[in-house]
């Protein structure tokens, strides 16, 4: 099952994205948390998406597409994945399509998780992130047993620095410029699906489990 989580930064995706991977023995791939893993490593590639990424901006085309095309291409992926946070553009999804096709293959759902923007700040603000191993939690509506510290790995969470509520608002004005365009693209693709992603997770995830087993 080749899975793509679409919807605006904060909508829960990547909460989704993860409940996914787990249910269905699937790798999650998340293009923001590869990034930020780079960035506390120090590498060349962390470094340059650190300057787009702490203004709301997004990571130029040609520093994530091959990653991510190598990244599926992995054993792995061999029964599917769960793209998070990639493709934010409508020419990633064309070099996505394009790699597919190579061996016969396409995505199966595209998995729009809406969310109005007026939620979205104050979700953005309560969020709490581990780079460690990639977990979300959010102060209020989705705490951890302690204040601070991951349930999964036991590491100290972080205020991503982009979560700010001026990056919050860059960010979802790029998101509707850039990044929405990809609801009509594979709406016409015929594999989008929508989950309202107001709800308390565990009834998105099982909308989407509904919507993955029919
Ligand atoms: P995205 O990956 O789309 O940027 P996240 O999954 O990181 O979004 O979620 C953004 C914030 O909202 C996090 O703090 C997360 O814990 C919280 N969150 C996720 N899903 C829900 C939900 N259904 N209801 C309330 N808060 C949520
Ligand atoms: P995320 O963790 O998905 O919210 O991503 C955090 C940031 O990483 C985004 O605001 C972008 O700057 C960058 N990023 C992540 N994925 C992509 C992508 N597919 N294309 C461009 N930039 C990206």
Do not use: W
Request: hydrophobic share 35%; charged share 30%; aromatic share 6%.
């Amino acid at each position: 099952m080749k899975i793509i989580m679409l919807g605006a930064p904060g909508a829960g995706k990547g909460t989704q994205a993860k409940m996914i991977a787990d249910k269905y023995q699937i790798p999650h791939i998340s293009t923001g948390d590869i990034f930020r893993a780079n960035i506390k490593n120090g590498t060349e590639l962390g470094q340059k998406a650190k300057t787009y990424m702490d203004q709301g901006l997004l990571v130029p085309d040609e520093l994530v597409v091959d990653l991510v095309v190598d990244r599926v291409k992995q054993d792995d992926c061999a029964n599917g994945y769960v793209l998070d946070g990639f493709p934010r553009t409508i020419p990633q999804a064309e070099s996505l399509d394009a790699a597919l096709a190579k061996f016969e293959d396409t995505i199966d759902y595209a998995i729009n998780v809406e969310v109005p923007d007026e939620n979205i700040v104050r979700r953005m603000s309560g969020r709490r992130a581990c780079v460690a191993c990639g977990a979300t939690y959010h102060i209020v509506h989705i705490p951890t047993k302690v204040e601070g510290i991951c349930d999964r790995c036991g590491k100290e969470l972080i205020l991503r620095d982009d979560d700010k509520p001026e990056t919050v608002q860059k960010r979802l004005g790029v998101y509707h410029e850039q990044t929405q365009p990809l609801i009509d693209y594979y709406t016409n693709k015929g594999c989008l699906v929508e989950v309202d992603g107001t709800k308390d997770m565990n009834e998105v995830f099982s909308d989407i489990v509904d919507i993955l087993s029919k």
